[in-house]
């Protein structure tokens, strides 16, 4: 068994390791492998091979299949000295070809950890697209063939946009190759295609989001067994391996958020003199702006429900609906307001969206219940922080104050809080809200995404403003909204 893997192993100690992640459970069949289970740390002692390595975990040592594991991401501290002094760290009984011993002849420690990280790169990416066909030919190909069964808006929810997905990963994985330098893998330059495709990685977005009602969809059908056993059948025709549907789905989830990972590990074994380093570098930073914006429009998401339900508790709605321009609550609170032309002073409760605010006045007897009393188009308007002392528009002192002075009209508006605090508070709350609509604008925010919604937010979020309230409508999705 261990003639193909160099037999028996001398042991070395190192002032610096590598360490590295079990991927899957190794059950030993040998008395010089190495078991573990998934989720088990390894020192690794050495990488010379590509397909075996030897390591360590507490007093076991041996052989294990380097496909079982990954590299971790954050390696300790010493690892990083002891590759920029390596003629430091040599001390007793190594030697300078110990760090060729750690992990094989031939290449520096920094640029075989690559050739390792890149190569996993590549294996993943190459899995991953077998997988998503097997998905689109294996699942969704048979399930149109059964109309009797599926029709296309449960295919939809069941499966979001996975097609899509798969017909990008297919020309990301063919840049990928393009940049693979198979006869020395650590010389391979792949950063650029990340950064090349950064914005098509954005289309994962619909599908995370969508995720959630996959899963309420999928577990209604698996409660008839016809559905189960169909599901069975397509996964035995394609001869794909024994996971449930609900499991290859959720692939994509952990694969977006998987790339960050990825390319700190590269980033890591790359030195900055590397003519892929400042790719890397980039497209690490890019593609954790994907996973950030993914989780954004997620919990953006996630608020039209409370948003729809909130405008239904409102008396006296008047105009369109928030969701129409607007999608998530950025602050709220109670301000005195004064406006012009009768500088009457008012008790308000204000709610600040992105595009608008709204205004509303609690009721005498059940403070609980707000009526709609107007808004503000905070895209046409001007925020004035106020001295303390005479405000000379409205002729008044003021304390605690801000202005808000339409740029569209004569409207003008004082805001008095109660305690400076409070008001500052403010003022970090309306500019929050023009960085978020300046962000939404430069990243492309999604108009008129049909989104299908359970049908108790239907039913909060269709207008039928003859009453002012928001009442029962027929329509069963969500549209005109920013996410």
């Known amino acids: 068994v261990c003639s193909h893997r160099g037999g028996k192993k001398l042991k070395h100690t190192f002032k610096n390791v590598v360490y590295a992640e079990a991927l899957w459970d190794h059950v030993t069949m040998d008395d010089q492998e190495l078991g573990f289970k998934a989720g088990d740390?390894?020192?690794v002692v050495d990488a010379?091979?590509?397909?075996w390595w030897w390591g360590r975990i507490m007093d076991s040592e041996g052989w294990f299949p380097a496909s079982f594991v990954r590299l971790r991401v954050n390696q300790d501290e010493p690892i990083d000295e002891y590759l920029a002094h390596p003629e430091e760290a040599q001390t007793g009984e190594e030697d300078p070809a110990s760090l060729g011993?750690?992990?094989g002849p031939g290449l520096p420690c920094k640029e075989q950890m690559r050739t390792n990280v890149i190569n996993e790169i590549m294996s993943t990416e190459r899995d991953y697209i077998k997988h998503l066909k097997d998905i689109c030919e294996g699942y969704i190909k048979q399930c149109r063939k059964r109309t009797d069964m599926f029709n296309e808006e449960q295919l939809r929810t069941i499966f979001g946009n996975i097609e899509d997905i798969y017909r990008f990963q297919r020309k990301f994985l063919k840049g990928l190759e393009k940049k693979f330098n198979k006869e020395q893998p650590h010389l391979s330059e792949?950063?650029?295609?990340?950064?090349?495709?950064?914005?098509?990685?954005?289309?994962?977005?619909?599908?995370?989001?969508?995720?959630?009602?996959?899963?309420?969809?999928?577990?209604?059908?698996?409660?008839?067994?016809?559905?189960?056993?169909?599901?069975?059948?397509?996964?035995?025709?394609?001869?794909?391996?024994?996971?449930?549907?609900d499991g290859f789905l959720l692939t994509p989830v952990q694969k977006i958020c998987k790339y960050p990972l990825q390319l700190a590990e590269l980033l890591k074994y790359t030195n900055p003199q590397h003519r892929d380093y400042k790719d890397v570098e980039a497209a690490l930073n890019a593609m954790k702006n994907v996973a950030r914006l993914i989780n954004e429009r997620k919990r953006r998401l996630e608020n039209i429900d409370k948003i729809a339900q909130w405008q239904s508790s409102i008396e006296d709605w008047e105009g369109e609906d928030i969701l129409s321009r607007s999608s998530d609550l950025i602050f709220s609170g109670e301000l005195t307001k004064l406006s012009q032309p009768q500088a009457k002073s008012q008790q308000r409760m204000f709610f600040l969206f992105d595009h608008q605010m709204v205004y509303?006045?609690?009721?005498?007897?059940?403070?609980?219940?707000?009526?709609?009393?107007?808004?503000?188009?905070?895209?046409?308007?001007?925020?004035?922080?106020?001295?303390?002392?005479?405000?000379?528009?409205?002729?008044?002192s003021v304390k605690n104050a801000l202005k808000l002075r339409s740029l569209a009209s004569d409207e003008v508006h004082l805001l008095c809080a109660k305690k400076p605090e409070q008001k500052q508070r403010w003022l970090r709350a309306f500019a929050d809200e023009r960085r978020q609509v300046q962000h939404d604008r430069e990243?492309?925010?999604?108009?008129?995404?049909?989104?299908?919604?359970h049908e108790s937010t239907v039913l909060k979020v269709c207008p039928f403003h003859q009453t002012g309230k928001l009442g029962v409508g027929r329509v069963k999705f969500l549209v005109l909204f920013y996410v």
Do not use: W
């Open 41 to 43: 740390v390894i020192e």
């Open 48 to 51: 010379t091979n590509k397909e």
């Open 101 to 103: 011993l750690l992990l």
């Open 190 to 245: 792949i950063g650029c295609c990340f950064l090349e495709h950064q914005t098509d990685f954005q289309i994962y977005s619909e599908y995370c989001n969508n995720h959630p009602n996959a899963c309420v969809q999928l577990s209604k059908l698996m409660k008839v067994n016809k559905y189960v056993f169909f599901f069975e059948a397509c996964r035995l025709l394609q001869k794909m391996i024994d996971i449930s549907l």
């Open 360 to 396: 509303c006045k609690k009721d005498l007897l059940r403070r609980d219940m707000l009526y709609y009393k107007g808004r503000m188009d905070m895209d046409h308007m001007e925020v004035i922080d106020m001295e303390d002392g005479k405000e000379k528009d409205f002729n008044i």
């Open 443 to 453: 990243t492309g925010p999604i108009y008129a995404q049909f989104l299908f919604m």
